[in-house]
């Protein structure tokens, strides 16, 4: 993943899913002022704490897509493009047309 398309991520996901930059920091094993930076895209290593905060990320996106298929998830994350918010309208969606 690169560095800018992992600072958009963070700080779209903190912008819609309604976790807090604490709660990430906690949950993830990573500082919250390193979060912070990150989110302002001030990333200067892509080394494993990134990787531990996309984990976080997912394992929220996983629970909140249960309700459609993997194949179907894969392609509203790669339509929506890192937009929560639209992810999470364009499921909804989904779930009515069931």
Known sequence: MKVDVFCELLKNFLEHSGV?????AKQSGVSQSQISDWSKGKLTRFGRNPKKVMGVIENYRKSQREVIS????EAVIDFCQGSVEKEKKLIQLLELLK
Do not use: P, W
Not at 20 to 24: A, P, V
């Open 20 to 24: 807090s930059q604490n709660m990430l």
């Open 70 to 73: 993997e194949g179907v998830f």
